[in-house]
């Protein structure tokens, strides 16, 4: 897709000079997270070395897809390049929204981790590269669990972890027992509390994609997670996602944190453990996997730069560069995307969850089993999950805010979704 020139093999950044110069400034929406911060301040020498100007449009993690969703699907044409993840890119790069990518030999996309590849790829052409990925796993207070006598295993029982949880909860002291997603959205809170329904044994839809948010294992999933938070968690935990748990967390605030692997690379506090997720009796999608990638919307009179530019964030080069760069260290750069980072030994010296995070994306389940008719961990990898994600996103945050009972909660969630699965024509 993209005429290459050549390498300058003096330069670590591995720049396309020439082939980036067709234009003069790319428009790049990105989510509002550290790695994708950072990159912002790396670029810095991608524009020097090349005149390529990057605007960047750092949006909230749900505000990014809606707007990205829009724009891509219309033909908008705000954006050369654009982040985007699994649950998109196959059903996008199907639907000539987005462009196939391809790179030169130096890039070495064979380097990239299968889990990621063939989660960013359609019909075998990568459609999305990715900037990094993640599963998740739990983050813990060690000191706290010493005092308090407990230890976390890995795969360990729910029901441990909230006892754990409940030992370590200090709330007059600040410190919650468990600080997890409930901010609504199909990939927010929905992201956690799917991998939770899946390890209760149950799953989005059956055999016929008819949604089973009514069934036994859901419900036994959402009360052990409305208890769990709404006992352990901090006061308002349905406005908490990512970066709100993070700032949290840092606070010293969370004895545990059940959530993205990536979360890692920016705690701040000590005496950090780590272990993989919980379960209760199903280990498989207990925990999730995920990429933010970057992608270009299809017909972008940009979209030559724009591939180089997306082979230069996304290569071996890029991650030497952040830890390289004299604002970060080898413990900020983005991991989980490519096998190499995880033989460098300064990264390996600065990262002690590298081990935890490398079993958790090699240990997730994406693939359709008996249970899960369908591809996708947290997700469902079908164009009508966002809507419907999204639906039971906001009556999850209802139940765990109180306002609704959880089996209020799950009865309008199952009617929402049947409505819309009916109106998709998955069955009349």
């Given amino acids: 897709m993209f005429v290459k020139s050549a390498l300058r093999a003096a330069t670590a950044l591995s720049l396309f000079a020439a082939g980036s110069a067709a234009a003069e400034t790319l428009t790049i929406a990105i989510v509002n997270n550290g790695h994708m911060i950072n990159m912002q301040k790396v670029a810095e020498a991608y524009t020097a070395e090349t005149g390529v100007e990057l605007k960047w449009v750092s949006l909230e993690e749900g505000v ?24 998109e890119a196959p059903i996008w790069g199907a639907a000539g929204w987005i462009e196939p990518l391809e790179f030169s030999t130096n890039y070495d996309v064979d380097d990239i981790l299968p889990a990621m590849r063939n989660g960013l790829s359609h019909d075998g052409k990568l459609y999305a590269a990715p900037f990094y990925g993640e599963s998740s796993m739990v983050m813990y207070r060690k000191d706290l669990t010493d005092k308090a006598g407990l230890t976390i295993a890995d795969n360990d029982s729910w029901d441990n972890v909230k006892a754990a949880a409940a030992a370590i909860h200090d709330p007059d002291n600040g410190v919650y027992g468990a ?18 329904v899946n390890s ?19 419900k036994a999933a959402i009360n052990f997670y409305v208890d769990l938070l709404g006992n352990y968690g901090p006061p308002g935990s349905e406005g908490n996602s990512f970066n709100e748990i993070l700032a949290l967390y840092n606070e010293g605030k969370c004895g545990m944190w059940i959530d993205a692997t990536i979360a890692a690379s920016f ?36 979209a030559e730069a724009a591939g180089d530019f997306i082979e230069w964030a996304t290569s071996k080069d890029y991650v030497k560069a952040v830890g390289n760069h004299p604002d970060f260290d080898w413990g900020s750069v983005p991991t989980g ?17 590298a081990a935890a995070e490398l079993a958790a994306i090699e240990s997730a389940a994406p693939g359709a089993t008996d249970l899960k008719p369908y591809v996708g961990v947290q997700f469902a990898a079908i164009p009508e999950f966002p809507e419907v994600g999204s639906a039971v996103a906001q009556e999850m945050a209802a139940a765990l805010s109180g306002a609704k009972s959880v089996d209020e909660a799950l009865a309008a969630s199952q009617e929402a979704a049947n409505a819309i699965m009916k109106e998709a024509g998955y069955y009349d």
């Fill in 64 to 87: 990014l897809r809606e707007q990205v969703t829009s724009d891509t699907a219309t033909g908008g044409g705000q954006y050369d390049v654009i982040n985007i993840g699994m649950q």
């Fill in 179 to 196: 600080c997890l997603r409930g901010k609504p959205g199909w990939g927010d809170n929905m992201a956690f509390i799917t991998t939770v």
């Fill in 200 to 218: 209760f044994g149950g799953a989005w839809f059956d055999a016929d994609m008819r949604p089973t948010l009514d069934s036994d294992e859901w």
């Fill in 267 to 302: 705690l701040e506090v000590d005496g950090v453990a780590y272990a993989q997720s919980p379960n209760a009796g199903n280990p498989v999608g207990a925990n999730w996997l995920w990429a933010w990638a970057m992608a270009i919307p299809a017909g972008s009179p940009n």
């Fill in 337 to 353: 995307q490519r096998a190499s980072t995880y033989a460098i030994p300064e990264f390996k010296a600065a990262a002690s969850f």
